[in-house]
Nanobody
Framework: QVQLVESGGGLVQSGGSLRLSCAAS????????IGWFRQAPGKEREGVSC????????WYADSEKGRFTISRDHAKNTVYLEMNSLKPEDTAVYYC????????????????????WGKGTQVTVSS
C-alpha cells in the first residue's frame, strides 16, 4: 500500500523545537519532490518547505527561513522537517506530500498536483 505517514508533532512551548518525519511505504522517495505544508484553523493550506528529488533544491517560506530545515534520508525513505524557534503562529496541522520528478523555479513549492499526501500531524506551540 502506497502511503506517506507523518510523525513528530506535539505540544511545545514558544521557542522550542520539533522534528517532523515523513515516512514513505509502498514506494521509494528517491526521485520524488517532497513538500511540507500546513493548515491552521480557518486558514488556507500553505507551503512551508520543499525539496527536489535530487535534493539539490530546497525552498522555504519567508517566515520559516533560518528556523526550519528540510532534509532527506534516502536509506530510511524518510524526509524530515526540523523546526526550531517555534512560534505560536506555527500552530497547524502539518502535511507532507510527494510528486514524481517535479521542479520549477517559477513555482517551487506548489500543493496542487502532488501525487501522494499524508494525513497530517498536529503541531501546537504555546505562548
Amino acid at each position: 500500500q502506497v502511503q506517506l505517514v507523518e510523525s513528530g508533532g506535539g505540544l511545545v512551548q514558544s521557542g522550542g523545537s520539533l522534528r517532523l518525519s515523513c515516512a514513505a511505504s509502498g514506494f521509494g522517495l528517491d526521485s520524488y519532490f517532497i513538500g511540507w505544508f500546513r493548515q491552521a484553523p480557518g486558514k488556507e493550506r500553505e507551503g512551508v518547505s520543499c525539496i527536489s528529488g535530487s535534493d539539490a533544491m530546497t525552498w522555504y517560506a519567508d517566515s520559516e527561513k533560518g528556523r526550519f530545515t528540510i532534509s532527506r534520508d534516502h536509506a530510511k525513505n524518510t524526509v524530515y522537517l526540523e523546526m526550531n524557534s517555534l512560534k505560536p503562529e506555527d500552530t497547524a496541522v502539518y502535511y507532507c506530500a510527494a510528486r514524481l520528478d517535479y521542479y520549477s523555479s517559477y513555482d517551487p513549492c506548489p500543493y496542487d498536483g502532488m501525487d501522494y499526501w499524508g494525513k497530517g500531524t498536529q503541531v501546537t506551540v504555546s505562548s
